[in-house]
């Protein structure tokens, strides 16, 4: 099982970011997937999930109606769209993979939320 993630950087207040993460090991069509995040000091915390078909979606409240995640289950890819980005979104983003009976996590990326 891998889970790879991309796109992470530094971006300015304001500016846009998205991250993706690409699968392959498991049946990523039938798989929740989800963005978790941990900033210095701090416990990892959920930031979006989205359920295998794309249609249920879930947002932490701090980043709801800023962040989009979104799949392709033909590309086995998961994304998460980081628009108006703050300073308090700094973190490494993880992407996380639920099948039935097990949870596979990513590398992490990191985001770094500056000007």
């Known amino acids: 099982v891998q889970l790879v993630e991309s796109g992470g950087g530094l971006v300015q207040p304001g500016g846009s970011l998205r991250l993706s993460c690409a699968a392959s090991?498991?049946?990523?069509?039938?798989?929740?997937m989800s963005w978790f995040r941990q900033a210095p000091g701090k416990e990892r915390e959920v930031v979006a999930r989205?359920?295998?078909?794309?249609?249920?979606?879930y947002y932490a409240d701090s980043v709801k109606g800023r962040f989009t995640i979104s799949r392709d289950n033909a590309q086995n890819t998961v994304y998460l769209q980081m628009n108006s980005p703050k300073p308090e979104d700094t973190a490494v983003y993880y992407c996380?993979?639920?099948?039935?009976?097990?949870?596979?996590w990513g590398q992490g990326t990191q985001v770094t939320v500056s000007s």
């Open positions: 996380n993979a639920a099948t039935d009976d097990m949870v596979y």
């Open positions: 090991g498991f049946t990523f069509s039938s798989s929740a």
């Open positions: 989205i359920n295998w078909s794309g249609r249920n979606t």
